[in-house]
């Protein structure tokens, strides 16, 4: 954890770039034979849960390239795992890609050997989570919100409040909500806590979740020490939540759509729901390593990865939104309606997750640095 803990205050103490960095892939060559990626769970497929769902057997044949992927449960572990070296890419979410390019373990793409990169979604292209003086530091691959997922049996209508998981109460059934919460297992959650007070303690003057002095982010740590009373575990394997909504009385939880389509499919009484206050949530980048030794692979995946099977593909199964707005028609797995369904008007409503940093835009730079969000919610899950 010292280890850990010591990566992330190096990255995060400021984030500064010097000079415009240059693409080092001038023009593609034959493959390397593999492609070694760093990913969320769920979000590469080759069949192996259901043969409905293979974005990878394809393109294996297709390039010459065989695919090898690493599961991390949040975008901590994916940073230190990116530090370690050994990989070409990885998913990063907004909450660890700046870090990845401050700490120089990314390496700037050339989108001109990206065909597809003109397809991308206008709003993704230049987002500021992987674009620093207009170089652009991977490839976006897929967003979504961070949704409210409850049981309905529990609750016969869905809650309107993340109050269900932040304030001791009784619930619809009658019991209290002590025990049957869960929150999520990442100093990023801290955002969620701060989000819930911008709605409901307006005086603070929280402007972005993101972005928080010290009494905002001292307001934040004290929700946070109310919720650690409540939760029954931190959650940060999916597949660990799913079995505790199944099997361990858990009822509410902050959650991805991941998570939820797989409960719904399983027919478990499970829904998802956005409430009022809104919600926190990911738009993922693909980043090559800064060293990554196979890079012709790389950028292979890099185009095979925005094609419209391939991101409706992902979003079928993840129940997040594509990057390249012609995937949401004709995709035989996600419909017509799927985009609709999974939320794709709702990007402007969504406060995308960002490395926080001291010299922030809303707080005359003297907002609270990550490293900090990193010890004290370790203090906050172990009690303190």
Not at 337 to 348: A, I, L, M, P
Request: proline share 5%; glycine share 8%.
């Amino acid at each position: 954890m010292n280890a850990f803990l010591k990566s992330c205050t190096a990255l995060t103490v400021a984030l500064t770039f010097s000079g415009q960095a240059i693409a080092q892939v001038k023009e593609l060559g034959k493959g390397e034979g593999e492609v070694n990626i760093v990913a969320w769970p769920g979000y590469i497929e080759r069949g192996e849960t259901d043969k409905g769902y293979d974005w990878v057997t394809a393109f294996e044949k297709e390039s010459g390239c065989k695919v090898n992927v690493k599961t991390a449960n949040t975008s901590d572990e994916m940073v230190s795992l990116m530090n370690e070296g050994g990989f070409d890419l990885v998913t990063a979410s907004g909450d660890a890609s700046l870090r990845l390019v401050a700490g120089k373990r990314v390496q700037p793409i050339n989108t001109d050997l990206i065909p597809s990169w003109k397809s991308v979604d206008d709003r993704l292209k230049d987002a500021p989570w992987f674009t620093v003086d207009k170089v652009h530091y991977g490839v976006p691959y897929q967003w979504g919100p961070n949704i409210l997922m409850y049981n309905t049996e529990v609750f016969k209508e869905a809650p309107k409040s993340w109050n269900v998981v932040f304030e001791e109460m009784k619930l619809p059934d009658g019991k209290s909500n002590k025990g049957r919460v869960q929150a999520y297992d990442g100093p990023i959650h801290i955002a969620d806590a701060a989000n819930y007070l911008m709605f409901h303690k307006p005086e603070l003057g929280i402007k972005d979740p993101y972005e928080l002095n010290e009494d905002q982010y001292k307001a934040a740590l004290a929700l946070l020490r109310t919720q650690r009373t409540l939760v029954g575990r931190y959650w940060h394997d999916a597949a660990i939540q799913v079995d505790d909504f199944q099997n361990e009385g858990v009822v509410a939880s902050g959650s991805w759509p991941y998570q939820v389509n797989t409960l719904v499919a399983a027919k478990k009484p499970v829904a998802s729901t956005v409430p009022e206050e809104g919600v926190t949530g990911w738009a993922d980048t693909t980043m090559m390593e800064a060293d990554a030794a196979h890079p012709n692979c790389a950028y292979m995946w890099l185009e095979h990865s925005l094609s419209p099977k391939v991101q409706g593909d992902v979003s079928a199964w993840f129940g997040s939104l594509p990057v390249v707005p012609a995937a949401c028609k004709g995709n035989e797995l996600l419909g017509d309606e799927g985009c609709k369904t999974n939320g794709y008007e709702n990007f402007d409503k969504i406060k995308f997750w960002k490395t926080p940093v001291s010299k922030c835009a809303s707080q005359n730079d003297q907002c609270v640095p990550y490293y900090r969000w990193v010890s004290d919610y370790i203090g906050v899950i172990g009690g303190r």
